[in-house]
Nanobody, 128 residues
């Protein structure tokens, strides 16, 4: 069973930083690609980062490069998404997701259809 549970969201001021965590059930990180996706109000869900099941490296969507950093702690069965220089446009529900087959590319971190298993999502609100 694949379980993903996000935490760390909340209200943040513009320019601030935030780190989201995703607790993942045992044995998943070794074999599954883990993605971070978000859905802003009125917009489609979009991928922002992924950690490849093939090489364990993180890739980031062009739209967030330089501000978003995905990482993992295999020992703790956690993945993280650090967000710096938060902007109002980053307000969204953030999801971690997993898939056994999607490899995670530098050119494409995956969208909703690439991921099979999902966390419940967590709200990030950027506002002064």
């Amino acid at each position: 069973q694949v379980r993903l549970v996000e935490s760390g969201g909340g209200l943040v001021q513009p320019g601030g930083s935030l780190t989201l965590s995703c607790d993942i059930s045992d044995g998943i990180l070794e074999y599954y690609t883990i993605g971070w996706l978000r859905q802003a109000p009125g917009k489609e869900r979009e991928g922002v980062a992924c950690i490849s099941r093939n090489d364990g490296r993180a890739r980031h969507a062009d739209s967030v490069k330089g501000r978003f950093t995905a990482s993992k702690d295999a020992h703790e069965n956690k993945v993280y998404l650090k967000i710096d220089s938060l902007q109002a446009e980053d307000t969204a529900v953030y999801y971690c997701a997993a898939d056994l087959y999607f490899p995670c590319y530098a050119a494409y971190v995956g969208g909703p259809k690439e991921y099979t298993y999902w966390g419940q999502g967590i709200q990030v609100t950027v506002s002064s």
